[in-house]
């Protein structure tokens, strides 16, 4: 089983940026897709980005142009750039990772929240 450890979140006003990072404990190829979803609170878990083992990116439409998704591959970390934040984007951040014949991975997440 493949460890992901998200970190990088905090407290950040409305318009600033914050960038995310998932350090996972093996190659990052292992993963057919790996990327980022978030819980706020009263609400259920949804897509942020993802990425495939292949480069192919997915972004969920209200993150399309303010989120981009990288990765690392010589240090196995997959990024999350967020910029022009708003106060809905408050919310736990989970890194995941898809392995073959196998079920989601999650991190422990971190806490991101904008406010002024």
């Known amino acids: 089983q493949v460890r992901l450890v998200e970190s990088g979140g905090g407290l950040v006003q409305p318009g600033g940026s914050l960038r995310l990072s998932c350090a996972a404990s093996?190659?990052?190829?292992?993963?057919?897709?790996i990327g980022w979803y978030r819980q706020a609170p009263g609400k259920q878990r949804e897509l942020v980005a993802t990425?495939?083992?292949?480069?192919?990116?997915n972004y969920a439409d209200s993150m399309k142009g303010r989120f981009t998704i990288t990765r690392d591959n010589a240090k196995n970390t997959v990024y999350l750039q967020m910029n022009s934040l708003k106060p809905e984007d408050t919310a736990v951040y989970y890194c995941?990772?898809?392995?073959?014949?196998?079920?989601?991975?999650w991190g422990q997440g971190t806490q991101v929240t904008v406010s002024s």
């Open positions: 093996g190659s990052i190829f292992s993963f057919n897709d």
């Open positions: 995941s990772g898809l392995l073959p014949f196998s079920s989601r991975s």
């Open positions: 990425v495939t083992r292949e480069g192919s990116t």
